[in-house]
Structure formats: structure tokens, C-alpha cells
């Protein structure tokens, strides 16, 4: 075979076979193939696309050039769930626990955020002390025992999506629903779980702007899952606003606690228990979604997920003080208060610029070396659909030393008020099975 060959026929939309994927990515990750080639066969299935053999393919070739964890030691079903990101996600914070407390099983390996705020990782690490550095044999026990770990990635999983995903970074190829499609269920399919749980953002502060592309990423994933033996789903959520109150890694593991008290934000608990309801379905625990729904609800309100949350940190040594103590977590130094300059129906909160202002603050990060600032971020108080009179409560801004002003201005630009009345926004858009 010759990679040039290779290039044109995807150029000409023919498709590739598995032996002409295999020879791309194995030629690339052992450095055969150079970076230009492969550049070149990434634009050209940006115009031509992949289909769904050939996502499938791609998915299993990018699986197949690192390790699988094997999850056939732990009693019981693994389930997996994972967000394609937003603004003020900390679904997993909540949903993990969650779903231990009804019976299943969550070994999860999280990462750390690029981009808005940081990753699950980064959000575990505001708690003093936390481990997320687990062995293998620690993570195992751990999930046996309490039936739910959230550890940083030890095995080297899938490290030809990792070549390509920084290639793409830098050559404009990012936004092909094939590729993203096969990058993430590279690393699904090799985190070992059974049955895998997607959420899919959709709007201003999501990767996918627009129901259409989101549905078409979604199916493409959920084919690539149940085609390799894995029940797989996926719900599509509403990103045109943030998710619950708060942006920013302290503040957000506060309102995943508070949610588990039974006191968060009504969109964040309606969306967890919407997963854990889905995946006690899937996996069989329960046969009716009333019975799901109530399963779910029970151990949120009855305190079973909180204790869940509380034996997860303190097997991995964090300080379960935290719970009822959040001057524990990361403080920042001041708060300053965001209000309403006229009357009227707030008709959107642009997720994406409360997001580059938590950035800003030094939340997230622009580059995988930036230094997150864990103490710093927005909560905000006013959503879609809400009537403000002038001079109530936007947001709050956590602030330490970083581009306050910026910041502000920023957060103020998000929301857009309207003189007539609005329909808050509707959080689940779609179900994907």
C-alpha cells in the first residue's frame, strides 16, 4: 500500500477498508507515516466523511494501539457515562455516587480539563488531600468494596487518538463527526464497562452548536458502542445556558454536594437522576423508568449517594470534612456581585462567555501546561426564563488576582434581557438508543 493512494481514494469519497485503516494509524503511531500524509487524509475525510463501517474501523484501530482495562474481576455490572463537556458540567460528581448507591458499579477513569474549567480530576483535587492517583489494584479494591472509584488514567489507553487529536488540534480538523465519533468511543470502549451512558451537550457553550450535528454525533457513537457489544445510549442536553450555578472547580464541587443534600440546582438533579434512571434501565435493574425514577430519587434523597460520595474520598484519602465544611475547599479572595441594569425576562445566558470569563479568572486552561486556579469562578443565580427587576442578582464573581475586570464585563455581555416573557429551556432534547 501507498499512503498517497490512500489519501486520494478518501479524496475521491471511496472508503477505506479495516487493512487500509490498520496500515494508516499503525504506520502513524510507530512514525512510518509522517505528520503531512496523515494531515492531508484528516482534511480530506473533514469534506468526504466516514462511514459508519469505517467509523467503526477507525474506532477499533485507535482502540486496539494501547491497552483495555478489564473489568471482569469487579462483582457486579460497570457502567460508564461521559459528557462531550460544557459549562459548569460536574454531572459526574453527582452521577457517580448516584448510580453506586442503586446498585451498579462506576470505575471511572477522568481526565483534566482544557478549555473553560477544569476536567472531573481537577475538580476532585479541590478537596484537600484527594488521591487520584490510584493503582491498578487500588482501584479495583476500591470499586469492589464502595462499588465506585473516579481515578486518573493509568493505562495507556488508546494512544493513537491522542497523536491524532493533537493533530487535528493544529490542522483544522477537529470538527468531523466521524473522527470525534471514533475518539471517543476509543477510549469508552477501552475503559471497560458494559454499558456506557453519553451526554451529549448541545448549544452555545458545547462542542456541538446545534441539534442536527448533535444527533449526528450521537447515533454515530451509540452504532460504534452496540455494533462492538456495548449497550450504549445517549441523551442529548441543553449547553445554550450553563448547568446549575456554578463555573469553576471549587464552587462546583460544593453544588455537586449540594445536590446530593438534596439542595441543588433543579436542572443539575433533573439531568443526574435522568442518567441514573437511563442506566438503570439499560442494565436491567429496573424494568419500568417509574421504578427506575423512584430508585434513583430514593438513594438522592435518603442520603445513600452523599454517603456513597463520602467513602469515596475518604478511600482515597481526601478529608470528608469537606461535606459539611466548604471553608475547606479553596477560597477565593474576593466576591463581587453582577446585577441586572433593567427590568425585564432573561432570554439567554451565553454559556460559552460565562465560561471564557471563569477562564479568564483562572478556572480552566488555554494550554495543557496552565496552572488552574481551583478557588476561582462565577455562579449564576439568573436562567432562561427567569423576570429580574433592575438591580437584582446576575451572578457572583470568585476573584483572586486574574483579569477581574475582563471578567465582568464578560459575565454582564452573557445575559440578554428581553422586555416580553420567555419559556425556560427544555434540558433533555433527545434520547439516542
Known sequence: MRVVDLIIKKKNGETLSRDELHFLISGYVNETIPDYQISSLLMAICFQGLSEHEQSDLTLEMLESGERIDLSAVNGICVDKHSTGGVGDKTT??????????????AKMSGRGLGHTGGTLDKLEAIPKFRIALSGEEFFRQVDEISLAVAGQTANIAPADKKLYALRDVTGTVEAVGLIAASIMSKKLASGASHILLDVKVGDGAFMKDLASAQELAEAM?????????????????????LGSAVGNSLEVIEAIETLKGRGPKDLETLCLEIATKLLLMTGFEKTREEAFERATTALKDGAALEKLKQMI????????????????PTAKRVIEVKNKSAGYVRK?????????????????????????LAVGIKVHAKVGDYLE????????????????????????????????????????????
Not at 451509540?222 to 450553563?242: F, W
Not at 494550554?367 to 486556579?373: C, G, Y
Request: glycine share 6%; net charge negative; charged share 25%.
Open 93 to 106: 460528581l453527582v452521577v457517580a455516587p448516584l448510580v453506586a448507591a442503586c446498585g451498579m458499579k462506576m
Open 222 to 242: 451509540v452504532a460504534i458502542g452496540n455494533r462492538q457489544g456495548k449497550k450504549t445510549v445517549a441523551l442529548l442536553t441543553d449547553m445554550d445556558q450553563p
Open 314 to 329: 475518604f478511600y482515597q484519602n481526601g478529608d470528608v470534612r469537606v461535606l459539611e465544611d466548604y471553608s475547606l475547599l
Open 349 to 373: 445566558v451565553h454559556a460559552l462567555e460565562i465560561g471564557n470569563a471563569a477562564m479568564l479568572l483562572g478556572a480552566g486552561r488555554a494550554t495543557k501546561d496552565d496552572l488552574i486556579d
Open 390 to 433: 433592575a438591580g437584582d442578582l446576575l451572578a457572583t464573581v470568585h476573584a483572586n488576582d486574574k483579569h477581574i475586570e475582563e471578567a465582568i464585563q464578560k459575565v454582564e455581555a452573557a445575559f440578554e434581557m428581553v422586555s416580553e416573557k420567555v419559556q425556560p429551556n427544555k434540558l433533555i432534547l433527545d434520547i439516542i438508543e
